[in-house]
């Protein structure tokens, strides 16, 4: 008896054949849909965060705006880099401020994206009598390209909305808040707001 289970055993390893294929195939077949499913969530959530990203990609240029890549001789600068509200209420409501930017080099400058360091922020680039839809805080909502280009001398309102009681209670006090604005003429345009919000 012992003889034919040694028999069986060297012609099962002649043959090549071996229980841990078996083994691996039912571990595969039994959670191969939960696998699948998690590697496909994992790309999504990475995906999702290399898109929120500001400046990630280069912005296409548009048809009347300069080349996006080359650096202009332009120079981006604010009548303005910090606005104070002072005191103010969270159960009056959202408050507005417009800060003016102008081009000061001697070539045009292209304002490619703007965006907020809170959730509770917006801004709005306003140039011609035309508005842009209000841009927020990456990653709470997309983040427009915008591609408008400033001529010399040429200047443009940033239309700054906060929200006071966007945190409810817990936005109590002193408060911060930044827009920034990617331009090709060098370093981004950081406008700055402050409040001291009370109920």
Not at 28 to 52: D, K, N, Q, R
Not at 89 to 111: D, W, Y
Request: aromatic share 4%; with cysteine; glycine share 8%.
């Amino acid at each position: 008896m012992a003889k034919t289970a040694s028999i069986e055993s060297k012609m099962s390893l002649k043959s090549g054949k071996s229980q841990a294929p078996t083994f691996w195939k039912s571990i595969l077949s039994e959670y191969w849909p939960a696998l699948a499913t998690f590697a496909v969530v994992l790309l999504a959530l990475a995906g999702l965060i290399v898109a929120a990203r500001p400046g990630t990609a280069p912005a296409p240029a548009s048809r009347s705006a300069p080349a996006a890549e080359a650096r202009s001789q332009g120079t981006l600068s604010a009548r303005e880099a910090r606005h104070d509200f002072g005191a103010i209420s969270m159960a009056a409501g959202k408050v507005t401020h417009r800060f003016e930017i102008r081009n000061t080099g001697v070539e045009p400058v292209l304002i490619r994206k703007m965006y907020t360091s809170c959730m509770c922020t917006t801004a709005s680039l306003i140039r011609g009598g035309r508005k842009t839809a209000p841009s927020g805080m990456p990653g709470h909502g997309l983040i427009a390209t915008l591609n408008e280009s400033l001529d010399m001398n040429e200047r443009a309102l940033v239309e700054v909305v906060f929200d006071p009681a966007a945190h409810g209670p817990s936005g109590v006090g002193p408060t911060e808040r930044i827009v920034t604005i990617q331009n090709n003429a060098g370093g981004p345009l950081e406008l700055m707001i402050t409040a001291l919000v009370k109920p």
